[in-house]
């Protein structure tokens, strides 16, 4: 069975880091996509970034030049580094991985963004 666990969020002050991990576990070739997608209240999910097993990355304008995706293929992992975190800027962030038949989510991880 294929799964995806999240790890790294926590709380951070506005303007601070976090680096955010997503680790394949049950997958024996590295997805053709891995990505993030985020969920804040009372809101809908959306795309914060996506990266290729070639490594081709794209990014919501919102986010360009303060966050950036990497994956090390050999692990089936994919990271989100975070900075210049905006205040109230607080929501689950999800990883989601495609390919081989497998379209994929983790159970989330809480990053919260506050003084």
């Known amino acids: 069975q294929v799964q995806l666990v999240e790890s790294g969020g926590g709380l951070v002050q506005p303007g601070g880091s976090l680096r955010l991990s997503c680790a394949a576990s049950?997958?024996?070739?590295?997805?053709?996509?891995m990505g993030w997608h985020r969920q804040a209240p009372g809101k809908r999910r959306e795309l914060v970034a996506s990266?290729?097993?070639?490594?081709?990355?794209n990014y919501r304008d919102s986010v360009k030049g303060r966050f950036t995706i990497s994956r090390d293929n050999n692990k089936n992992t994919v990271f989100l580094q975070m900075n210049s975190l905006k205040p109230k800027k607080t929501a689950v962030y999800f990883c989601?991985?495609?390919?081989?038949?497998?379209?994929?989510w983790g159970q989330g991880t809480q990053v919260t963004v506050s003084s």
């Open positions: 989601n991985a495609v390919g081989g038949g497998y379209d994929i």
């Open positions: 049950g997958s024996a070739f590295p997805f053709s996509a």
């Open positions: 990266i290729s097993n070639g490594g081709l990355t």
